[in-house]
């Protein structure tokens, strides 16, 4: 059970990795794919830089560790899965309708299933419990609801005021889209996510320490992300008021403070004895990889 999940976990990261590029690659390379205002074009690039130099690396890169032993890469695994996902969402609804438009579902699919693939694998359960019962824990939890909160009612002081204006809302003017989905997949899914998921972490609950370190990698990534989005977004139309080279900095400035928690997390494991968490280990056997683990 447990080589069977991880085989299936792998070989739908492979395809989401590949999928993700394509959608990358295509959206970033063709100036012709994209409709809309400029700025927005312009922003969509920048994901997709992102996606392909960072993210899409990083995902091959943490699937690669951890198949060669490393328990910490499955947050990298994981986070950067999520990241794929969230921006999946955000080239098939904040983009008009294109030629990609298959290859962008394909993203999310394969995205989706990746990452529950990725959960149900016993590498991910072992790497929770070890975390939860060894890291300091409520300082990172502390950490995430504090940056939950703060984005929530960000979000929320934008929507809530906008609520009564006529359509087209002025919240929208210069994004060419008929509502906004990144605040419906962040109010809706991710910030409630992490949200509860800090609780588990409190608790010191294995579920908690599984999430918690794969959201913040998804933040850290990105946090790079909005700030190349912004910069490629503001060159492609200087005038625009939904993009500004003004955010580059403080988001970069976020990625770096988003690592500390995460290296907190991260940093030491302890085995049930006060041992070292035993490796992760690859063997091949009959042709087949197995995995397992040795003191």
Request: positive net charge; hydrophobic residues 55%.
């Amino acid at each position: 059970m447990g080589a069977q999940a991880r085989r299936t976990a792998v070989w739908l990261a492979v395809a989401n990795g590949a999928t993700s590029f394509a959608a990358g690659a295509w959206t970033l390379w063709d100036h012709g794919l994209l409709g809309g205002p400029a700025a927005m074009q312009g922003s969509a690039r920048g994901t997709s830089l992102v996606i392909v130099v960072v993210a899409v690396p990083l995902l091959l890169a943490s699937v690669a560790a951890a198949l060669r032993g490393s328990a910490v890469a499955l947050a990298g695994w994981g986070g950067s899965t999520l990241y794929l996902v969230y921006n999946a969402v955000l080239l098939l609804f904040l983009t008009p309708f294109n030629s990609a438009f298959l290859v962008y579902v394909a993203m999310l699919g394969t995205g989706v299933w990746s990452a529950a693939a990725l959960a149900l694998t016993p590498q991910v359960r072992d790497l929770g419990q070890a975390v939860a019962r060894d890291a300091p824990v409520r300082g990172v939890a502390t950490y995430v609801w504090v940056v939950a909160g703060l984005n929530t009612l960000l979000w929320l002081g934008t929507v809530v005021p906008a609520l009564d204006d006529p359509y087209p809302s002025p919240m929208l003017a210069g994004t060419g889209v008929a509502t906004n989905v990144i605040y419906v997949q962040d109010l809706a899914v991710w910030l409630p996510l992490m949200a509860v998921a800090a609780g588990w972490l409190w608790r010191r609950e294995a579920r908690g320490a599984v999430v918690v370190p794969a959201g913040l990698v998804l933040w850290v990534v990105e946090a790079v992300s909005i700030a190349v989005d912004q910069t490629f977004g503001a060159a492609a139309d200087p005038s625009s008021t939904v993009v500004s080279t003004a955010l580059v900095g403080p988001f970069l400035v976020l990625a770096a403070v988003g690592l500390v928690p995460l290296w907190v997390l991260l940093r030491r494991r302890q085995g049930p004895a006060g041992t070292p968490e035993p490796a992760v280990t690859q063997h091949v056997t009959r042709g087949r990889h197995t995995l397992h683990h040795t003191p």
